[in-house]
C-alpha cells in the first residue's frame, strides 16, 4: 500500500466492487493500492484482481472446489 495526499475514499478490495455511481468520488489522506491493484483484505496487502481469493456467502472457496448454487455449477 502506498500513502498518497489524494486518494480515493472508495477504493476496491477483494471482496467488495467499487461503484463510481454508490459512492462519492472524494479526495482523502490516506493508503490506498496503486492504480490496476485491489486490497487483500486478509492479508491488509495490494494485489492484482486474478490474485484475489475466491468468496461464496461468506465462505473462503480454495481452488480446485466445486461450487453448486441451485442450477448452477462453478469450478474454481
Known amino acids: 500500500m502506498q500513502y498518497k495526499t489524494c486518494t480515493s475514499a472508495c477504493s476496491g478490495s477483494c471482496y467488495t466492487e467499487t461503484s463510481t455511481d454508490m459512492c462519492e468520488n472524494v479526495c482523502v489522506q490516506?493508503?490506498?493500492?496503486?492504480?490496476?491493484?485491489?486490497?487483500n483484505n486478509d492479508m491488509a496487502t495490494c494485489v492484482y484482481p486474478s490474485e484475489c481469493k475466491c468468496i461464496h456467502r461468506g465462505e473462503l472457496i480454495l481452488p480446485?472446489?466445486?461450487?453448486?448454487?441451485?442450477?448452477q455449477t462453478w469450478y474454481v
Open 30 to 39: 490516506g493508503c490506498g493500492c496503486p492504480e490496476g491493484l485491489l486490497l
Open 64 to 71: 480446485g472446489k466445486v461450487v453448486t448454487s441451485g442450477c
